[in-house]
């Protein structure tokens, strides 16, 4: 007598199951792959996080949005020599913020991904295909290199503007808030496809 290893079902020794069907060969040599595949799965390193950075940065993105809105609405007010400075220290501020929310998006729509049955595509068009990650990247790039050039000149088209800039706006009727609630706006939407890019470099190297 011998027993099934997969259904336990108790029999005269054969060759195979009378009860579920398995070959018992075949099936010794399928768990046998599976341990051999098993010893060369690296688990990976647990994901160690920084609260220190965790902090430094929500810090950071409260106190950025609180004083471009304070901008916005003249509770900040200096003199137009100053101006420049205060554009070139928001860039600043963009970029490093950038390098935080970038890679946190990317983690956030990685897991939204995994709680639907739809797969990061549309239409057979993936993220994580190379043209894909090429599109996104370079959308994003000129995205924030238009950012980058409007506030390095104080010059922005503004949505309210009708073929006025910013600047020109600015001048006019004093508003510096039209030109930074425009500025946001290009850049949160500059950031979205550098999210996607981002998202699809991650989703490629868990496929290799």
Known sequence: MMQ???CKFEQAASETCTNCGIIFSRYKEAQERNKEIAKDIRPSPPVQKNIGNDILFYSMCV???AVVFARIIFFIE?????DPYFRLLMLGAMVWLGFGIVPRGGAL???LDQKTDTRWGLDGFN????KAIFIFSAFGLVLFGYL??????GSIDCFAGRNQTCHEIYDSIADP???????LVYYFVALIPTIVAFMGVQLRRNRE
Request: with cysteine; proline share 6%.
């Open 4 to 6: 099934c290893p997969k």
């Open 63 to 65: 106190i950025f949005v």
């Open 78 to 82: 200096f003199p137009v020599f100053l």
């Open 109 to 111: 729509f990685a897991r």
């Open 127 to 130: 993220v994580y295909d190379k």
């Open 148 to 153: 980058a050039r409007a506030l390095l000149s």
């Open 177 to 183: 808030g039209e030109f930074w609630v425009t500025a």
